[in-house]
Every structure is written in structure tokens, then in C-alpha cells.
């Protein structure tokens, strides 16, 4: 009989793991199997490389895929938009890069791997914090009345949680660790700090700062007026610096609360102006520091690369850049959507019920953000249902059950002060949603389900077609994503759903339905269907995406590094993956600093400068009283020339018809009149005919004015 030869030995025993596990007289000593293993695998290795080889031994079924991608994602941006042929590339890229993982020329993704429930211990509840948690609820419940944050309910809401935490948060003694008790005895016995560091922290911290940069960079003049919107946002800040302490701000349809006491605290603690710049400065600084939760997000799905992939992709991306810097709570959706999903997904594959008490807690802090968050918990309800679809174990299931509601309840703590007001005013804090969703404002135009599916077409295509009109928050009419970044996630997405196929890893399964349910706040906006895509609805969804982005990125790069086998392929690896990367950052540079900067300028009145010019007269000669802005439909908002000016509440409109009542002021008087406002002019000139009249250009077509002096001797006539 023929006898098995060592390639028949090994492909039965799978791994080599498996191989070295028996006994030196399994067939052959261990040195010599060691050796034959050795030499079958380079000798395996040379032939995949010649069965591979094109022009060299290039992985060109990769290669490939992403150049057909590229080609093909650039017929899809306005500049050279042919959207047949960039379907037809993206179509050839899609079939290479199915051969690619055929071939395992690009290998799949996996993540982590999870935990036996025999290897967790038992859950543990403490019954006297339990006991006082019930009562304490129902007490905080009934404080947080009348809409007003007071030192009681503030009090007995931290207590509330104390008591939950009391209760459920488990001890997780950890081998090696030094508790926080002794360190501060070692600290106080001998005060020394001891700063480490390491190639790959500064790495990550270089990353930060390039994110930094992005989102600091130029943040007081893009954009460079404010709205109708921000002003009222000046105003509630104002509201909350005057003593005001509102649970839901109710100014302009109703807004959650978290972003005016960040921006109240920068100005009372920290020293800043209540301004345009401030209320940009606290959301780029909440999306910073949520860039760490984006990191160890992708370091939970993939592995450390995959986490700095995601940082550097989103850090740069103009999605969240602009969302960020537009000075709106609308960046407050991701940056709460990367925590709660890390908590999450680390919490059900570990099993550990205190990552989901910081998933639940988090989750209800996150709905005091911004109104598009209301989608998370039905977010974190489809994870946990495909997490227990595969469980098998009796045990697990009912643990993982159990620890699920207690992170309902952490999240009913966290956002007890908001569901109060909710129930006790509903139709304040649902009027956004009711208007958009049905027809209570304006009927819907044609079949529910027609206008639904086809604004979930528009949003599934967003990052690669367009991504809406409103020029506030996006680079209009063009997709969401960089070319780079739309390229990786379409990968991404058949990445990751060969690689689920494949390795059956839920926590790809749920990235992939993740994203659909995140834009449900812009799909739904079936009464005016013209508003989806938005940006700021679907900005949950940017947080999957971009770990798409990244595992594809990541997969991509150790492929082709775990194939090159010269110091010259190894190298060409990297100026690729350098290459990708400056191709995005200076993309994503563009549409944020030239393309946004240029729109919003053009879109917007130029209040800033109306207000400086106001703040020199006042300054000077004049006084803030005296200040008026000749009203005129459809032109700028007159409080915001008050605020540009630094006189926050004060109102300088004044109609054409009630301009003879400033006679009886004494003082010198400025006027600003539109160009283009021949009513306006003619009153001005008729009231006060000794006035001085000035051309002020801006940098914006159509946004002239004129401002109209008076004199102070013309006013005593």
C-alpha cells in the first residue's frame, strides 16, 4: 500500500498547532517533521507564487480591484459624472475583487473571539442598593418637573445612578493590576511620574493630532456667519448663563440640551466668548474626544490597525468635519454612536454585564445630543437579537438577556430628566419627527411605501451618489465620502459579507443592517422627501461606515505585506497605503476648506461683517442703541448683526415706515440698508437728507449694503 505522504498528514491535521501536539513518533521525529513542514511550505508557497504571478509576482487580482474601483468612483463625482460607466467599473471591480477572496489573495476579516459562559462567572445583584433603587426612581422621576434641571434633582439623579451602580456594577479583580488605593500610598511614599512611550502610541497620538488639525484648523472664520439657527442657539446659551436651566430648550421647535450647558461651561469656566467660534469649538472638541472610542471600536471589530484606520479615516473625513465645525449639536450622534457601540459589542462578545452598564448609560446620555440618536436604542435591540440568535448555550442566552435589561435601565436613569418631559409634553418633543414622518404639516406626496423605498435608496447610495441640497451641512450634490473612503466601504461591504459567509462573525452581520436603521431619521422624512439624504439625520451611520472603511483598508495592506517577500514589496505596501491615505486627506482638505467654505459663503449674509462695522461705529462715536437694519424681506437676520457686534438680545430691525420715530433720538444713528432696497433708501433719505451714505462690498455676489450715517448734529435739527 502506498503510504500518506507529509502534505496528506498535514492538509488531515489542518494546523500545524495541531501537527506539533504529537508525539515525536507520530511518523517522523520532531526535528525532521519540523524540517519537511519547512520545506512544504516554501516549496507551496513558490508555487502559489508562480501560479499567481503577473508582471513580477504582483497581487494583481487586489491591485485591480481597487484601481476598477477608483475609475469607477470617480465617475460618480460632479466634475466627471458618467454614473453608466463608473456602475460598469465598480461592476469588473466587484467580480475581482470575489477572486481576490477566492484565491485568498485578500484574506478575510475575523474579529476577537468571544468567551464561554463557563468561563464568566455567575451574575451578582446587590439587594439593599436594589431595594432603595425603586423608590429612588420614582422620587427622580417626579423632581425632574415643570422642564428645570434644580440642585435637588440633579442630586437625587446622581444619587439614583450611585444606587444602580450599587447594585450591578460587578467587582472584576484584575491579575497584575495595582489597585487605585495603593498606588496613591506608593505616589505619596515617593512622588515620581514615569512617562512611557512607545512606536505605536506615538503613532496613534500623531494620528490624533493630524485629526486635530482637520477639525481646529480655521475653525473661527469656515464657516464664517452664523444662521438664523445658530442665533437662537446663541440665545439659549444666553437663557442658560442668565440662570435658566431648561431640560428640553423649546426655542425653534424644541432642542435636547447637552450642547448649551457645554457651551455655557466654556464660557463661564473656561473664559471663552459666547459666540459663533464657541459654539463651533464645543462640538470639534466633543468629536475629538470621542475619536478614542473610535479606536478601540475598530480595535473590538478588527485589531489595532483596524482602530487607527478608523480615526485617521473619519478624523479626516468631511462628513463629520463639516457636521462638527458648523457649530450645531449635530455631531453629537456619532460621537455618542462610538461609545455605546464599543461598550456593546465588547460587553456581549466577553459577556462582562459592566460593559453594557457603560453601553446603557451611555445610550441614555446620548439621547439628551441631538433628536437623529432616538434611533440607537432600537440600534442596540437589533444587535443583542442577532448576538442571541446564535447562542446555543441555555445559560448564555439568559444572562445575556438579564444584563440586556439591566442596560435598558441604566439607560432609563441616564435619560430620565428627558423622558420625563416627554411623557409630560409629548407633543413638544415629537413635533421634528411628526412633521417629517407624516403628513401632519404637509401631505405626503404618493404611496407611503413608494416614497419610503425610494428615500432608502437615496440614502443606501449617499456615500457614493449624493448626498442631498442642504449646503449648511454638505458639499451639495456630491457623495458623502471622499473617493478614497466610498471606494473602501464598497470593498468593505463585500468584505465583510464574504467574510460573515465564511467565518459566520455576527458582529459583521450587525455592522452591515447597522447602517440601513442609523439613516432611518433621514429615510423617514416621508413628508418632505427633498430633505433625505441629510447628512446630519444619517450621521449615526457615518461610525459603521467608516469601520468598513477601515477593515477593508486594514485587510487590504496585510494582505499584500503578508505577500511581498522583498524588502522592496514590503516597501511598496507601505507607499501605498501612504499614498491612499494623502489621496483622501487632500480630497477631504478640499471639500471642506475650499468647496464648503466657497458654498457657505455664497449661501449665507455676511452678518459678521455688518457686525464689525457696527462694533467699530459703537466703539468710537456711536452707541448700541443707535444701531438699526433696515428691514427687508428675505435678507439677513437682524439679531445676528446685534451678536456679530457683541450685543447678544438686542433686535436692531427697523421697518422703512417707522424710521421718522428715531428722530427724537439725539445721538448719532448708523443705518444698514440693502443695495438693492430702493423703499428703504428713499425713506432713509427723505427722514434724514444730511446723511452719508457708503458702499460696503463682500466677498459674495449680491451680498452689498449700504450703511447710512447720521451725524449727531443732523440729529439735533
Not at 474579529?111 to 464568566?120: D, H, K, L, M, W
Not at 460587578?170 to 496613591?184: A, K, M, N, T, Y
Not at 458648523?326 to 460621537?335: E, K, Q, Y
Not at 450634490?477 to 468584505?495: C, F, I, K, Q, W
Request: net charge positive; hydrophobic share 50%; charged share 15%.
Amino acid at each position: 500500500m502506498d503510504e500518506p505522504s507529509l502534505l496528506d498528514y498535514l492538509k488531515e491535521k489542518l494546523t500545524l498547532k495541531a501537527l506539533f501536539r504529537q508525539q515525536p513518533a507520530d511518523i517522523l521525529s520532531e526535528t525532521a517533521v519540523k524540517d519537511d513542514v519547512e520545506k512544504n511550505i516554501e516549496e507551496r508557497s513558490e508555487e502559489h507564487s508562480r501560479r499567481n504571478q503577473f508582471i513580477g509576482g504582483v497581487p494583481w487580482r487586489s491591485i485591480l480591484a481597487v484601481g476598477l474601483a477608483l475609475v469607477g468612483q470617480r465617475n460618480f463625482e460632479p466634475v466627471q459624472s458618467d454614473p453608466v460607466m463608473g456602475i460598469v467599473f465598480y461592476f469588473a471591480a466587484f467580480c475581482m475583487l470575489i477572486y481576490a477572496l477566492w484565491k485568498n489573495e485578500w484574506q478575510t476579516a475575523r474579529c476577537p473571539r468571544g468567551v464561554e459562559i463557563s468561563a464568566v462567572g455567575q451574575s451578582s445583584v446587590r439587594k439593599s442598593p436594589l431595594y432603595a433603587l425603586v423608590p429612588l426612581l420614582i422620587i427622580t422621576y417626579i423632581a425632574f418637573s415643570n422642564n428645570q434641571f434644580n440642585a435637588f434633582n440633579i442630586l437625587l439623579w446622581i444619587i439614583t445612578f450611585a444606587a444602580a451602580m450599587a447594585a450591578f456594577w460587578q467587582h472584576e479583580p484584575q491579575s497584575g493590576v495595582i489597585p487605585l488605593r495603593d498606588r496613591f500610598a506608593r505616589f505619596a511614599r515617593q512622588p515620581e511620574v514615569k512617562i512611557r512611550f512607545s512606536y505605536w502610541g506615538l503613532l496613534v497620538f500623531a494620528v490624533f493630532c493630524l485629526s486635530a488639525y482637520f477639525h481646529l484648523n480655521q475653525l473661527d472664520t469656515i464657516p464664517l456667519d452664523m444662521t438664523s439657527d445658530h442665533a437662537e442657539k446663541i440665545l439659549d446659551v444666553q437663557d442658560v448663563l442668565n440662570g435658566s436651566s431648561p431640560i428640553f430648550f423649546t426655542r425653534n421647535a424644541g432642542r435636547e440640551p447637552i450642547q448649551f450647558y457645554l457651551t455655557a461651561f466654556l464660557v463661564k469656566v473656561v473664559g471663552m466668548d459666547l459666540n459663533f467660534t464657541t459654539l463651533k469649538f464645543g462640538m470639534a472638541l466633543a468629536f475629538l474626544l470621542s475619536l478614542v472610542y473610535v479606536y478601540r471600536l475598530g480595535k473590538e471589530v478588527g485589531n489595532r490597525w483596524t482602530g487607527l484606520f478608523s480615526m485617521l479615516l473619519l478624523g479626516m473625513a468631511a462628513w463629520t468635519n463639516i457636521l462638527a465645525r458648523v457649530g450645531m449639536r449635530l455631531v453629537l450622534t456619532p460621537v455618542f454612536v462610538a461609545p455605546v457601540l464599543f461598550y456593546l459589542l465588547r460587553g456581549l462578545r466577553t459577556q462582562r454585564r459592566n460593559d453594557l452598564i457603560l453601553a446603557g448609560a451611555l445610550l441614555g446620555l446620548g439621547l439628551m445630543g441631538y433628536s437623529a440618536f432616538r434611533i440607537m436604542p432600537f440600534v442596540v435591540v437589533l444587535c443583542v437579537l442577532i448576538y442571541l440568535v446564535r447562542l446555543k448555550n441555555q445559560a448564555a442566552f439568559s444572562r445575556i438577556l438579564a444584563d440586556f435589561g439591566i442596560l435598558v435601565l441604566f439607560a432609563v436613569i441616564t435619560a430620565l430628566p428627558l423622558l420625563r418631559f416627554a411623557l409630560q409634553y409629548p407633543d413638544l418633543i415629537g413635533m421634528r419627527t411628526l412633521t417629517r414622518m407624516t403628513g401632519v404639516e404637509q401631505p405626503i406626496n404618493g404611496p407611503v411605501f413608494m416614497v419610503f423605498m425610494k428615500n432608502l435608496w437615496n440614502a443606501i447610495v449617499m456615500p457614493f451618489w449624493r448626498d442631498g441640497n442642504t449646503w449648511v451641512i454638505s458639499v451639495t450634490e456630491r457623495p458623502a465620502l471622499d473617493l478614497v473612503s466610498a471606494v473602501l466601504y464598497l470593498l468593505g461591504t463585500v468584505l465583510l459579507i464574504f467574510s460573515w459567509v465564511k467565518h459566520r462573525d455576527w458582529q459583521y452581520l450587525f455592522l452591515l443592517h447597522s447602517i440601513p436603521v442609523l439613516m432611518l431619521p433621514s429615510i423617514l422624512a416621508l413628508a418632505f422627501p427633498i430633505e433625505n439624504p441629510s447628512l446630519s439625520r444619517a450621521g449615526g451611520a457615518v461610525i459603521p461606515i467608516i469601520l468598513m472603511c477601515a477593515i477593508a483598508l486594514e485587510r487590504l495592506l496585510s494582505s499584500l505585506w503578508k505577500y511581498s517577500k522583498t524588502r522592496s514589496g514590503k516597501l511598496g505596501v507601505i507607499l501605498a497605503g501612504l499614498l491612499l491615505v494623502f489621496l483622501s486627506a487632500r480630497q477631504n482638505f478640499d471639500l471642506v476648506f475650499n468647496q464648503y467654505n466657497t458654498q457657505y459663503i455664497n449661501s449665507t449674509w455676511n452678518t459678521r461683517q455688518m457686525g464689525g462695522i457696527a462694533r467699530n461705529y459703537i466703539g468710537s462715536i456711536g452707541s448700541e442703541d443707535t444701531v438699526y437694519v433696515v428691514a427687508k424681506a428675505h435678507w439677513v437676520d437682524t439679531r445676528l448683526v446685534a451678536m456679530n457686534a457683541g450685543y447678544i438680545g438686542k433686535d436692531y430691525q427697523i421697518w422703512p415706515e417707522d424710521l421718522s420715530a428715531t428722530l427724537e433720538e439725539p445721538r448719532s444713528k448708523l443705518f444698514f440698508v440693502k443695495t438693492d432696497d430702493e423703499v428703504g433708501l428713499a425713506a432713509l433719505k427723505a427722514v434724514y437728507p444730511e446723511g452719508i451714505m457708503e458702499l460696503h462690498t463682500a466677498r459674495a455676489p449680491g451680498r452689498d449694503f449700504f450703511t447710512y450715517f447720521v451725524p449727531e448734529k443732523s440729529a439735533e435739527r
